[in-house]
C-alpha cells in the first residue's frame, strides 16, 4: 500500500501551489507517517496497517482542490487502492459534523 500513496502524494505535493497550503501540509504529514511507519517495521515484526483515515485526508484535500490534474491523480491512486483491497471499509468513521459514525467505505463514496 505504501508504494501507491507514497508515489501519488509526492506527485500531488510537487503539483500544488502555495495557494494549496493544507494540501501541502496533508502532503508532508503523510509522507513523514508513512516513512516513520516503514522504520519500524524494519525494526519490529511487520503487521499490516489498516488504518486508511491518516493516508486518506491529501486525497481529499486533492479532490476539493478543483485543479484537475490533481484531482485525477488522487482519484487514480484512490481506484488503485480500492481495487486492490487494500480500503476495504470495515472500520467506522466519525463524521464531526453530526457525531455520527458512518463506515468508511461509505464516506469514500460521498467524497467521490
Known amino acids: 500500500m505504501e508504494f501507491f500513496v507514497v ?3 509526492k506527485a500531488i505535493r510537487r ?5 494549496h497550503k493544507d ?24 503487521r499490516e496497517d489498516d488504518d486508511a483515515d491518516k ?6 484535500l486533492a479532490c476539493e482542490c478543483k485543479v484537475a490534474k490533481i484531482t485525477s491523480k488522487s482519484l487514480d491512486c484512490l481506484q488503485k487502492l480500492m481495487a ?6 470495515r472500520r ?3 463524521d464531526r459534523d453530526d457525531n455520527g459514525q458512518v463506515s468508511f467505505s461509505k ?5 467521490m
Open 15 to 19: 503539483m500544488t501551489s502555495r495557494k
Open 55 to 60: 493516508y486518506f485526508q491529501p486525497f481529499k
Open 84 to 89: 486492490y483491497g487494500y480500503l476495504k471499509g
Open 23 to 46: 494540501l501541502r501540509d496533508a502532503c508532508d504529514t503523510v509522507n513523514a507517517a508513512i516513512a516513520e511507519r516503514q522504520k519500524a517495521t524494519q525494526d519490529t515484526k511487520h
Open 92 to 94: 467506522l468513521v466519525t
Open 7 to 9: 508515489n501519488t502524494v
Open 107 to 111: 464516506r469514500r463514496s460521498e467524497q
